[in-house]
C-alpha cells in the first residue's frame, strides 16, 4: 500500500530559491534551510506588506470544517488540495497574475510532535495534496517550536530564581501562572511538585507542565505582527501575582528581551512548497481546541502579500478554529475572508448522524441526512453570524457510494449552499479544479483585494466592550447552541479581577473538546439548549485574550494505548518510515 510518506518520498522538490522567485523574492530575502525550506526575514515580510497596501493584498480564503470525529475529514488537505486547485484554474484560464505574485499561496500551522507521536499524526496533507518536505516539517522542521519552548521555560525560571533571591517583587509561589512547556504528550506531567531539593533547590510548590502549542508564548508569536510587538506583547504575560493578588508581568521581571532574543530568527515564517510547488508558509502552531489555532499572523501576511488568493486553515471545526480566527486573529490582525470552506465527508456525517466507526463504509442515507444537522450548524454560523460566503468542499473516499454522495450534494444545493465534490487526495490539484472555481465566485473573481467584489464587512460574534462573562455567554449561544454557561463562584471572581486590572475589554478564547459543539465529547450532531461548563479561566495578557477552560479538556494531552511513536522509524540509510 502506497502511503503519504512514500508519496512525499517520491515527489520532486523544486530548490526552494525557485519557490521563492515565484513571489518575487530574490536570494538576498531569504535564509535558506538547506535546499527545499527557507525562512522569510520577518521585517521583510512587513516591508512587502507595506509596499502592496491593503488594497494590493490578495484575497483570504479560510478552510475550516465540520466538528471532527476518528473518521477525519481532511481539512489540512483540503487546504493544500484547494490552492493547488487554484494553481491550476489560473493557468487553465490564462488569470493576469502580477510579477511577483503567485496565483495561489498557502499559509499553514507548523505540526506539533505531541500529535505526530501520539494518535493523530502529523499535519503535512495526505495522499498528492502534501507540503513538502513532509518528514523535515513534521519532526522539528526549523526549530521554532524549541525557541518558543525555550522562551516560555526561561520565563518560568526566572519567576523561581527571583522568589529564591529574596522576592522583591513579592510573588505569591501559590499563584505562579506561568507553566513549564514540552513539546509532547505527557499525562505524567499535569500535576507535579518542584523545589523539593532543600534551600538550594528553590522554594517548593505546586506546579504543571502545558504542551508547547497550549502556551501564551505561542500565542503571542502567532499573533505578533513586528519584532517590536512581539517584544511588548511578551512583556504584557503574566507569570505570577503578588501576595496582595496583582499581576507581575515578564516586563516586571526584565525579561522580555531576553526572550525576544530566543525567538527573533524563529518569528520569520518559513517557506516550504507543495507536491505541485505552490508556495506554502507554514508557522506556528496552536491547537484550537485549547488555543486560538491559526498559524502566525506574519506567515498570513506573507501569503496576502505575495498571491491571489491566500488560502489558510482554522484548527478542528468552525466552532474553535474559524471562531478564534475571526473572533480574536482577525479582529488584532485588521484582516478578514473573503470566502469560507467548510470541509466535510460522507464518512463524518454518517459518524455524526449515529454510525460507529467500525460501519461507516456501509451505505447509509439516513445517517447521512441526521448527521447533516452538524455541517448545517456550521455553515449557518458562518453565514448568519459572520456573515460570510460558504462553499462545502465534500471529500470523497472510496467507499462513498453515488447515493450518498448525491444525497450530501442534493441537501445542499436545495438549500442555496454551494457544494462541490472534490478528490486532490487521490489526484492532487486537478482533483480540486471545481471547488476552486466555485472559490473564486464566492469570493468575486480572481483579482486582489482592490479588485472587483469588494471584501466582506467583519462582523464579529461578540463586540470587545461586553463583561468577560456576557462574550463567553455569546459565543456558547451563538455559536454552540447553547442555553446557558456554568460559571462557578471561583471562575466570576477571577473574571471579576481580570476586569479589575483592566483587561475586561479583551477577546475570549474558549478551551474545549472539539469533538461536539458541547462540552462532552460523546454528544455529537448539532445539540441545542445545552450548558457550557466553565471550569477555570486564565489570563493570555500577552496574547491579548481570556481562556475560558470548559468541560474536561486538558492543556497538556496524553498518549494513547498505541500511540504513533510505535510505528515510526529509520533505516540504515537514514530514511524514515511510519509517518503519516
Given at each position: 500500500?502506497?502511503?503519504?510518506?512514500?508519496?512525499?518520498?517520491?515527489?520532486?522538490?523544486?530548490?526552494?530559491?525557485?519557490?521563492?522567485?515565484?513571489?518575487?523574492?530574490?536570494?538576498?530575502?531569504?535564509?535558506?534551510?538547506?535546499?527545499?525550506?527557507?525562512?522569510?526575514?520577518?521585517?521583510?515580510?512587513?516591508?512587502?506588506?507595506?509596499?502592496?497596501?491593503?488594497?494590493?493584498?490578495?484575497?483570504?480564503?479560510?478552510?475550516?470544517?465540520?466538528?471532527?470525529t476518528p473518521a477525519g475529514e481532511g481539512k489540512t488537505t483540503t487546504s493544500i488540495g484547494l490552492a493547488d486547485g487554484l494553481s491550476r484554474l489560473a493557468e487553465e484560464e490564462g488569470w493576469q497574475v502580477p510579477v511577483g505574485r503567485a496565483p495561489a499561496v498557502l499559509a499553514l500551522r507548523e505540526p506539533s510532535l505531541g500529535p505526530v507521536f501520539g494518535m493523530k499524526g502529523g499535519a503535512a496533507g495526505g495522499g498528492y495534496a502534501q507540503v513538502l518536505p513532509m518528514e523535515d516539517i513534521n519532526l522539528h522542521f526549523t526549530g521554532d517550536f524549541a525557541a518558543i519552548a525555550l522562551a516560555n521555560n526561561l520565563a518560568a525560571a526566572m519567576v523561581d530564581n527571583h522568589i529564591h533571591h529574596g522576592n522583591e517583587l513579592r510573588i505569591d509561589p501559590r499563584r505562579v501562572e506561568i507553566r513549564r512547556v514540552v513539546d509532547l504528550n505527557d499525562r505524567a506531567l499535569r500535576?507535579?511538585?518542584?523545589?523539593?531539593?532543600?534551600?538550594?533547590?528553590?522554594?517548593?510548590?505546586?506546579?504543571a507542565f502545558d504542551i508547547v502549542v497550549a502556551s501564551e508564548v505561542m500565542a503571542v508569536f502567532c499573533l505578533a505582527t513586528s519584532l517590536r510587538d512581539l517584544k511588548a506583547r511578551l512583556g504584557r504575560i503574566v507569570v505570577a501575582r503578588t501576595f496582595d493578588k496583582q499581576p507581575v508581568t515578564v516586563a516586571d521581571l526584565g525579561i522580555a528581551g531576553s526572550l525576544t532574543a530566543l525567538l527573533r530568527n524563529a518569528l520569520s515564517p518559513n517557506l516550504v512548497q507543495t507536491i505541485e510547488h505552490t508556495p506554502a508558509f507554514v508557522h506556528g502552531g496552536p491547537f484550537a481546541n485549547i488555543a486560538h489555532g491559526c498559524n502566525s499572523v506574519l506567515a498570513t501576511t506573507a501569503a496576502l502579500t505575495h498571491g491571489m488568493y491566500a488560502v489558510t486553515e482554522a484548527g478542528f471545526g468552525a466552532d474553535l478554529g474559524a471562531e478564534k480566527f475571526l473572533d480574536i486573529k482577525c479582529r488584532a490582525a485588521e484582516i478578514w475572508p473573503s470566502a469560507a470552506v467548510v470541509v466535510a465527508t460522507v464518512r463524518v456525517l454518517k459518524f455524526?448522524?449515529?454510525?460507529?466507526?467500525?460501519?461507516?463504509?456501509?451505505?447509509?442515507?439516513?445517517?447521512?441526512?441526521?448527521?447533516?444537522?452538524?455541517?448545517?450548524?456550521?455553515?449557518?454560523?458562518?453565514?448568519?453570524?459572520?456573515?460570510?460566503?460558504?462553499?462545502?468542499?465534500?471529500?470523497?473516499?472510496?467507499?462513498?457510494?453515488?447515493?450518498?454522495?448525491?444525497?450530501?450534494?442534493?441537501?445542499?444545493?436545495s438549500r442555496g449552499v454551494a457544494?462541490?465534490?472534490?478528490?486532490?487526495?487521490?489526484?492532487?490539484?486537478?482533483?480540486?479544479?471545481?471547488?476552486?472555481?466555485?472559490?473564486?465566485?464566492?469570493a468575486g473573481g480572481p483579482g486582489l483585494?482592490?479588485?472587483?467584489?469588494?471584501?466582506?464587512?467583519?462582523?464579529?460574534?461578540?463586540?470587545?466592550?461586553?463583561?468577560?462573562?456576557?462574550?463567553?455567554?455569546?459565543?456558547?449561544?451563538r455559536i454552540y447552541g447553547a442555553g446557558s454557561v456554568e460559571l462557578p463562584a471561583a471562575v466570576r471572581r477571577k473574571l471579576a479581577m481580570f476586569e479589575a486590572d483592566g483587561y475586561g475589554d479583551l477577546p475570549v478564547c474558549i478551551a474545549k473538546t472539539q469533538y461536539s459543539f458541547s462540552t462532552d465529547a460523546t454528544v455529537l450532531g448539532a445539540p441545542s439548549g445545552h450548558a457550557l461548563a466553565v471550569r477555570d479561566v486564565r489570563l493570555s495578557a500577552g496574547a491579548g485574550f481570556v481562556v475560558a477552560i470548559c468541560g474536561d479538556i486538558m492543556t497538556m494531552p496524553g498518549l494513547p494505548k498505541a500511540p504513533a511513536a510505535l510505528r515510526i522509524d529509520v533505516d540504515d540509510d537514514g530514511a524514515i518510515t511510519g509517518l503519516f
Open positions: 500500500m502506497t502511503t503519504d510518506l512514500d508519496i512525499a518520498s517520491a515527489a520532486t522538490i523544486l530548490p526552494i530559491g525557485d519557490i521563492a522567485a515565484s513571489l518575487g523574492l530574490s536570494a538576498d530575502d531569504i535564509t535558506p534551510f538547506g535546499h527545499d525550506k527557507a525562512k522569510i526575514p520577518a521585517m521583510r515580510v512587513i516591508e512587502n506588506r507595506d509596499a502592496a497596501g491593503s488594497s494590493g493584498l490578495g484575497r483570504l480564503i479560510l478552510v475550516t470544517a465540520m466538528s471532527p500535576q507535579l511538585a518542584i523545589g523539593l531539593g532543600g534551600y538550594t533547590g528553590g522554594m517548593p510548590r505546586e506546579d455524526h448522524g449515529g454510525v460507529p466507526k467500525a460501519q461507516l463504509e456501509t451505505e447509509d442515507v439516513q445517517a447521512i441526512t441526521a448527521g447533516m444537522a452538524n455541517l448545517n450548524r456550521h455553515i449557518e454560523n458562518l453565514t448568519e453570524v459572520y456573515g460570510l460566503p460558504v462553499v462545502v468542499s465534500l471529500n470523497r473516499f472510496p467507499s462513498d457510494t453515488d447515493e450518498e454522495v448525491e444525497a450530501v450534494l442534493g441537501a445542499l444545493r457544494v462541490e465534490m472534490a478528490e486532490h487526495w487521490a489526484q492532487g490539484g486537478r482533483g480540486a479544479l471545481d471547488l476552486a472555481r466555485a472559490v473564486v465566485r464566492a483585494q482592490g479588485e472587483g467584489k469588494p471584501v466582506p464587512v467583519p462582523r464579529f460574534s461578540y463586540p470587545l466592550e461586553l463583561p468577560l462573562t456576557e462574550k463567553i455567554e455569546a459565543v456558547a449561544r
